[in-house]
């Protein structure tokens, strides 16, 4: 390739290697390491626009009867329809590399290179991180909830789900959160940069003035969740629509459909308050299999796994790992013919059974450098240094959900679950 002032000649140079030589790598891992997504359909023939419809079968013909010789026939009945819209969500990474960087690596078009691959590795990290934590969200961005705190810059957060987010790695020194209420998502403070945490003490520190919070306020990434206005009218957030809000412990609107209504859209939910054991687990089960579903998988923490290794010794069938070794590293031990895998950013003190075959991933592609005016990497405005972006529009959904069901208030160690 041309070298000009040992650089490459042009921006659309450097542009088509990060395509021909980052992309593809880049999307085939950040999709194999989010467990969920890596095991559940991708959709796309059903998008319309940036728009996802599910037509949704919601009960039988009531036409039908046995009757005596020469009785009335029963009167013609009709099947039932709905269906569920589930809109897309937009993500991104951006990365961004100055001039004088450019300009130090100047007369090594490589080193250049290799320091914008160096910040596209770690975008790819941080990406996986967040997208994983939004599929076992609830899709309201809320991160953690806060404690009183009173007029500082430390906040408190609540013990269980604070020092969950924090241990996962879901709120750490550098990131970009706004503190505020379901109505007001930045009323208490507006792009606080966390410059430390504190797993012990449940806390983080922020940039910027004293705040002071109550038991209503709520830590989201910056940017990523809306306020109450918008939420009332469904967009929840701007982040997808995870696992615990398409099998969620109380009835809740997905697709456009308020479960708490339109019964036949309930998922199943068992409170195990306690620790887990096989009547439990095979109870859920039951409820699901009576809605003629088929369970490929349940999934769990590794806390909650370790009790059934203790528990269950007697009754549950291991698995060779060469032989059920999942996308990432993933193994498992089985019960019921299924596996019961362990995922670290699986939500706390929860057991979920599924039938992955009614839970989708509605994607219109898959992540892509945003290079509509032919440029993967550009200047920015008004600024020495140039950047790429990448984006992924996507969202979580289901085309069945009684067929799914959560096993919740599970203690470990007779305690609260704390992951281990």
Not at 198 to 224: E, L, P, Q
């Amino acid at each position: 390739m041309a070298i000009t002032n040992g650089f490459y000649s042009t921006l659309s140079s450097v542009s088509d290697i990060l395509k021909e030589y980052y992309l593809g790598p880049v999307a085939e891992q950040l999709n194999n390491e989010v467990f969920l997504v890596s095991r559940l359909e991708s959709r796309a023939e059903d998008l319309v626009g940036k728009r996802a419809y599910v037509p949704l079968h919601t009960s039988r013909s009531g036409g039908i009867g046995a009757r005596a010789e020469n009785d009335s026939l029963p009167a013609a009945g009709n099947q039932t329809y709905s269906k569920a819209v589930y809109d897309l969500k937009y993500l991104y990474g951006r990365v961004s590399v100055t001039g004088p960087s450019m300009a130090k690596t100047k007369n090594e078009a490589g080193s250049f290179l290799q320091a914008l691959k160096s910040e596209l590795d770690g975008i790819r990290n941080d990406l996986r991180k967040d997208l994983s934590r939004q599929v076992y969200g609830d899709g309201t961005a809320h991160i953690a909830t806060c404690a009183a705190t009173t007029s500082s810059t430390t906040v408190n957060l609540n013990a269980a789900g604070g020092a969950e987010a924090i241990r996962k790695g879901e709120l750490y020194v550098g990131m970009v959160v706004d503190i505020g209420t379901a109505a007001d998502v930045n009323t208490i403070g507006d792009a606080r940069t966390i410059t430390a945490v504190s797993y012990a003490n449940s806390t983080i520190t922020i940039s910027g003035a004293t705040v002071t919070t109550t038991t209503s306020h709520f830590v989201t990434r910056s940017g990523s969740a809306v306020d109450g206005a918008a939420a009332a009218s469904g967009s929840r957030s701007n982040e997808v629509d995870g696992i615990q809000r398409l099998v969620s412990e109380a009835a809740t609107t997905v697709g456009e459909i308020d479960a708490s209504t339109a019964t036949f859209w309930d998922n199943k939910r068992i409170d195990a308050a306690g620790a887990i054991d096989l009547e439990k687990i095979q109870k859920t089960l039951n409820l699901v299999r009576l809605e003629g579903a088929m369970p490929s998988v349940m999934i769990t923490t590794l806390g909650v796994q370790r009790e059934l290794y203790l528990t269950m010794e007697d009754q549950v069938q291991y698995i060779d790992p060469a032989s059920l070794n999942y996308a990432a590293g993933f193994r498992t031990l089985s019960y019921a013919g299924m596996p019961i895998i362990s995922d670290i950013d699986a939500p706390y003190g929860k057991m979920y059974v599924l039938d992955e075959s009614t839970l989708k991933v509605f994607s219109d592609q898959d992540w892509h450098f945003l290079d509509a005016d032919g440029q993967t990497l550009r200047q920015r405005a008004d600024h020495d240094a140039f950047e790429a972006i990448m984006a992924r529009y996507i969202n979580l959904g289901a085309t069945k959900r009684s067929n799914q069901a959560v096993l919740y208030g599970i203690t470990v160690d007779g305690a609260a679950d704390t992951g281990i």
